[in-house]
């Protein structure tokens, strides 16, 4: 039974990577880009969610209402006033300036909050569970943090899928000469899609705060475990990227049964296997539903 609850608890956990890489993902599937600052900017949304508590006394999940669309303004004024401008300076320009970016929030961090670990306090959600039988019980927030991450790519699955805006991306994503004679703004395009990226950042940082401990050097960590799940499920697939989260939530999960140890570098060996063997994933695609 100890093995079965190792796999439930990875798939659990597979689906909070999954919310995790979801914006990641899109970006990459719209943009061609890979944001080197996903993992700090998912910690910058947990402090903000942190100090909403801190002063107003907002339970996390309240504060979302706030954290969300500022995260969603933050990316639509950080594409148009500074990454669109990176984009044309070819693959390697859009790199150097998020990982720049990536630096600057950081520090910016542990300027404003120091080194102190901190942790979003969710009340009796964070301990209560559902007993399915001896040994085996299923965790509230784990499962919660699951079916928002389901919910989520779905959510933009459908997005892309039957909105005039998505379909819209997506055209730019292919094509962006051709979309550009038939009157698209790809400039707009690109910064909504970093809007709904960083607004899912911002619901992935709350989930990760409540899950556990961060502090402004979480984001390395973050970022990691986000972009073995997008690679591990196919570069620009959202459900892929959700059967990556699952894979990498699973492997870690069995590892961390065998010895403690093992938990994060069983993610990182699957990843690795993977990425030799299926250098496009498991489920390699254009973003798509």
């Excluded at 996390?60 to 669309?69: E, G, N």
Aim: no cysteine; hydrophobic share 60%; aromatic share 6%.
């Amino acid at each position: 039974m100890s093995w079965v609850n190792a796999v439930v608890q990875g798939i659990l956990l597979g689906g909070l990577y999954a919310l995790v890489a979801a914006g990641l993902s899109l970006v990459f599937g719209v943009m061609r880009i890979v944001n080197l600052a996903h993992g700090v900017l998912a910690v910058l949304a947990a402090f903000g969610a942190y100090v909403l508590g801190d002063t107003l006394g907002l339970h996390p999940f309240l504060a979302l209402l706030v954290v969300v669309p500022v995260m969603a303004a933050v990316g639509y004024g950080l594409q148009r006033g500074l990454l669109n401008r990176a984009l044309g300076g070819g693959e390697l320009a859009p790199l150097l300036v998020t990982f720049g970016l990536a630096i600057v929030l950081q520090n910016a961090l542990l300027e404003a909050f120091s080194a102190d670990s901190r942790r979003l306090d969710v009340g009796d959600l964070g301990t209560a569970s559902i007993r399915l039988g001896d040994g085996l019980a299923i965790g509230v927030f784990p499962l919660l943090a699951a079916v928002v991450g389901v919910l989520v790519i779905a959510a933009i699955g459908q997005f892309l899928a039957r909105t005039a805006t998505g379909r819209a991306m997506r055209a730019t994503s292919d094509d962006r000469d051709a979309a550009a004679l038939m009157g698209i703004d790809g400039r707009h395009l690109y910064a909504v899609a970093t809007a709904i990226a960083l607004a899912t950042v911002a619901i992935a940082g709350v989930f990760l705060g409540a899950r556990s401990t961060f502090d402004p050097s979480a984001g390395g960590t973050t970022l990691i475990f986000a972009f073995e799940a997008v690679v591990i499920g196919g570069l620009g697939s959202l459900w892929g990227t959700l059967l990556g989260g699952v894979v990498l939530g699973v492997a870690q999960a069995l590892g961390a049964a065998v010895d403690p140890a093992y938990g994060v570098l069983a993610g990182h060996v699957v990843f690795l296997v993977v990425l030799a063997t299926r250098p496009r994933g498991l489920l390699p695609s254009a973003v798509t539903a």
